[in-house]
């Protein structure tokens, strides 16, 4: 028996996704000196240690995959299954490879009727194509639409009733876009935010207001692989 359990995309995704974490792999062992080098220059030119927030930084950025971690990809899907999730909202869709996991999981849930369905969004038009590619590469591009652009504007439209939203974006984007998308989350939908131990400081008001223990969420942090908060609408 191995020790770690098989996981659980069918074949065909299960490929797709295998290259694309190498892949991100090996981009962020090369990235490296590139991000050391864009944290200084932002931190000498614009006073900031956060390179997301400067022009140079997210020119750095835009074409990196910033993928989530297998493990914590693997999560996701267990829970789309477990609460039987058919509407999806993510948050930073990128090159799609946590959207493959999240549209296995609805596909799987809604069986041979179909009916599920993921919403993705991203700002980069490139990363929209590529992502696109990827997820009919998969086999699920048919459950997934991507909105292309500000989320600030796309996710207004976003209709109900919501289960489960994955935020992988921009640190300052992360509250804003829970905001828009809370009144269409039904009760018990779950809401799984990348990286808030890793990111901390920057996650203050988001991470305030899903733990404020008198407001619509309640929340757990697992605090491994740069952390990730589920927090679960009352």
């Not at 693997?74 to 039987?84: E, K, N, P, S, V």
């Not at 596909?107 to 590619?133: F, L, P």
């Not at 935020?167 to 009144?183: G, N, Q």
């Not at 203050?204 to 697992?222: A, E, K, M």
């Amino acid at each position: 028996m191995e020790k770690v359990a098989k996981r659980p995309l069918d074949p065909r995704a299960q490929r797709v996704v295998d290259r694309l974490h190498s892949a991100s792999k090996r981009q962020l062992i090369r990235s490296i000196p590139l991000v050391i080098g864009s944290t200084v220059r932002s931190r000498v030119r614009e006073g900031t240690w956060d390179t997301t927030a400067t022009t140079s930084g997210k020119e750095m950025l835009a074409d990196k995959m910033v993928a989530l971690a297998p493990a914590k990809a693997a999560l996701m899907y267990q829970l789309c299954r477990a609460i039987d999730a058919r509407r999806v909202v993510e948050v930073g869709t990128s090159f799609g490879v946590s959207t493959i996991y999240l549209a296995a999981a609805v596909r799987d849930n809604a069986g041979e009727g179909g009916g599920g369905s993921v919403v993705g969004t991203e700002h980069e038009s490139a990363k929209v194509a590529i992502a696109r590619r990827n997820l009919d590469e998969a086999g699920v591009g048919d459950v997934v639409d991507i909105l292309d652009g500000d989320l600030r504007e796309t996710l207004r439209d976003v209709s109900g009733p919501v289960d489960l939203v994955l935020v992988d974006i921009w640190t300052p984007m992360a509250l804003p876009a829970l905001l828009l998308l809370e009144p269409v989350l039904r009760p018990g939908a779950l809401v799984l935010c990348d990286n808030v131990v890793g990111a901390f400081s920057q996650y203050q008001d988001y991470l305030g207001h899903v733990r404020d223990p008198d407001g619509p969420f309640q929340s757990i942090t697992l605090p491994g692989q740069g952390g990730l908060e589920i927090s679960r609408k009352r």
